[in-house]
């Protein structure tokens, strides 16, 4: 049985439908702060049976021992976590606090329960501004906010925890911009508030709930000047997850550092214009001041997780945007 901290999220779901296709048992953990049970509702759909979902804090060692106690977990993957670069460097110590502290308090549960095979979703915010891309696992960690650094300390903690205990699986993923949703159109991402990220503020104005699309700094040393990142499908993403924790059930006693991309550069721009095409929506764009934390461009070498795990990116931008369309056309106001 596989434990998905953070389970009920954008990436969570579609990972748990991902595994739930391949045979495995789940258990999705999850404190509701940034998804919504209707979620769980559809992934049930598409899996068509029952998914065991159970609400706590991964901050809460009565939970997580509560967790362990009760299910055969064999594996963990570490979804649980604040992702908005913007909002950590407002309130770091909340970032650290779930970021870092869930982290802690988790490995300790796991010890305790003997479970020593972990998936940690990490990110390409560890890297800060690479010096060139694409960018391997051994460039330079060099965070430009509070939720790169995050990340990169609990990246730490786990090589620190392999170091005492080398006979600990982790698999480190370092995973650049999830876009897209689940072909089916019963999940997708929906974030609450003002979304953070570019795809679902694309959507949201497809579908008339925003005005406009801001895009956040217009004058980056790039081809159109805006902001190039590595989108990855979430359905890739939820199959390179598998990969990975096949990879830890094999029990190889090591850690695997790898990233999670495309291994292509799209601007702001690129994937707007490749948006309108595969909707039919014209999305009104604005031209506004960067975001402190923000990098030029940054897309991956996705070589090592070809060769460790034999996984690869299949999806194009097309893909994504039609997919996204179809998530958000057919669900407008998200899981409601």
């Known amino acids: 049985m596989i434990l998905l901290t953070g389970g009920a999220g ?14 495995h048992e789940v258990v999705l953990f999850d404190n509701f702060s940034n998804s919504k049970p209707p979620g769980v509702e559809r992934l049930q759909a598409i899996a068509g049976r029952p998914v065991v979902c159970v609400q706590g804090d991964v901050r809460s060692a009565q939970d997580m021992d509560a967790v362990f106690g009760r299910y055969p977990v064999d594996a963990v993957i570490h979804f649980a976590g604040l992702k908005a670069v913007a909002e950590s460097e407002q309130q770091p110590l909340r970032y650290y606090d779930n970021n870092i502290g869930g982290t802690l308090v988790l490995l300790q549960a796991m010890t305790r329960a003997g479970v020593k095979r972990i998936v940690f979703s990490s990110s390409a915010t560890v890297y800060g501004e690479p010096d060139s891309s694409p960018v391997a696992e051994t460039a330079a960690l060099r965070p430009a906010n509070v939720y790169g650094r995050s990340k990169r300390m609990a990246e730490d903690i786990l090589r620190d925890l392999h170091v005492a205990a080398p006979d600990w699986s982790i698999a480190l993923l370092r995973y650049f911009n999830p876009v897209g949703a689940h072909p089916g159109g019963l999940i997708g991402e929906d974030p609450n508030g003002i979304p953070n990220n570019l795809m ?81 929506r014209t999305i009104p764009c604005r031209i506004v001041a960067r975001r402190p934390g923000d990098v030029a461009a ?30 958000q056309r057919n669900n407008p106001d998200g899981f409601g």
């Open 200 to 280: 679902p503020f694309v959507t949201q104005v497809a579908v008339g709930r925003r005005p406009e699309l801001q895009v956040f700094g217009g004058d980056y040393a790039t081809a159109d000047g805006t902001g190039v990142r590595d989108y990855i499908h979430v359905m890739d993403l939820a199959e390179g997850h598998q990969a990975a924790l096949e990879w830890a059930l094999g029990d190889p006693r090591e850690v695997l550092t790898a990233n999670l991309g495309s291994g292509r550069g799209h601007s702001v721009l690129d994937l707007v214009r490749a948006f309108e095409q595969a909707s039919g």
């Open 10 to 23: 954008y990436i969570g779901l579609h990972t748990a439908a991902v595994l739930l296709e391949a045979g």
């Open 298 to 327: 940054c897309w991956c070498d996705p070589a090592l997780a070809r060769q460790r795990l034999g996984w690869t990116a299949r999806r194009t931008l097309q893909d994504m945007c039609r997919d996204a369309w179809n998530w």
